[in-house]
């Protein structure tokens, strides 16, 4: 093979599927019958809105990402529509671009902007989640839940889990009857017991997927490609029958190339993580560092954090079975579902938000579950959660023996500082300095 090529590489014969689920979603969004909410939904561990019917969910992370992706001129006049109405440059960019888009009051070619009838903010640690409805709300005057972020520092308290749990379980409770009064709308039980098992599958789904790309080399799927995909059916919404379908398609394909050494970067030679999302405007750098054999095995933040796999004491891993809600629980009345809805924890027990904030070396155990050689760690200026302990998990990953690079830019839905030019050079000095050349073309 030319070009120092090792292994045979492949285009992913599940891409036509997902483009075809995501355009449905688009489309789902865009449906006058339907009633169109903003936000993340319930605390719970599933994806709750099927079970109301006329009911759909937008999630500023996907839209916001993609506005920046697909259109960068657009995104930015929806940046500036905001920030002449008084919201500074240090908000989120995924914020910025959706308010955005509101206030113009139409998308990128024109149609009008899908209108919220309703908002529920995200339940997350990240700093500006919990602000995230209320342009929203302001802007239509609509109905507006919050649900709470459970957390405490320190090791598992059971005592400590009985009110939070309560707690976690009266806000989903609260939210299913107010929207069930205000929209005439009645919660289906039976759908939702369905959802809990669809997506108990999709979850050990991914968990292989994840496990496949970490432990396997070459690996057979990079970042760059599950950034294409990994939204569906979490915050990109579809069919939860469609959802289980699709993620068997995607585990049996990387279980397919992974058995046949079919590599995202047919030189793989160098493995890199980061810790968030890339600058979706600018993700021609996976593509960059490609040629220099090394290949990115995401993040935290796109792989599962902690939830996928755990630790045995010889420093092997292991796959985690799905332990979300024990199977007997009882489900007889509405309460009983929404308690298993919210899981076994008060407290999440893993994924990157947790990982950075109550177990800050976890980082160090995802890089090493998936044999990274290096980190590239972004230090955005806005959206402020999005960096904090960064430079504490560059420390750890650099003791462990990693090579680490920092680059700045404004944050993953804004391009406005970062300087593609300097982040390509940077590139090129880190991998230069680790003895590395680019494959000749």
Known sequence: MSNGQIWETRPLEFWNKAKELRAGWQKSIESKEKVVGQGNTFDLSFDWQAAFPALTIIEDNPVGAMMQNKNEPYARKARLASEIRGWGREICGYQGNCWGGQFLGYIEDGTPWPRRKFVVPMPCVCDQHAKRGQQARDFENMPQWMSDRLMYFGDYDAEREVPMMEHKVYCNFRQVNDIERIFGQRFDEEECIKLMEAGKETREYSKEIAYIMARTIPTPISVKDMYSVYTIGGLTKVDPAATVAFWKMVRDEI???ADNQIAAVGNERFRWIEAHPPSWHYMKYYRYMEDYGAVCMGSQYSNGGANNYFMLPDGTFELRTDNTYPDDMPLETREDVLRKGAGIHARPTGGFKTDEYVYRDKIVQFAKFNQADGALLAIWRHGVGCTLTRKEQA???????????????????????????????????????????????
């Open 255 to 257: 279980k397919w190339r």
């Open 395 to 441: 420390m750890y990953l650099r003791d462990a023996g990693l090579s680490v690079m920092h680059y700045e830019g404004s944050q993953p839905g804004d391009r406005t500082d970062l300087d593609e030019k300097r982040l390509l050079d940077q590139l090129d000095t880190w991998m230069q300095s680790l003895g590395l050349r680019k494959s000749q073309k």
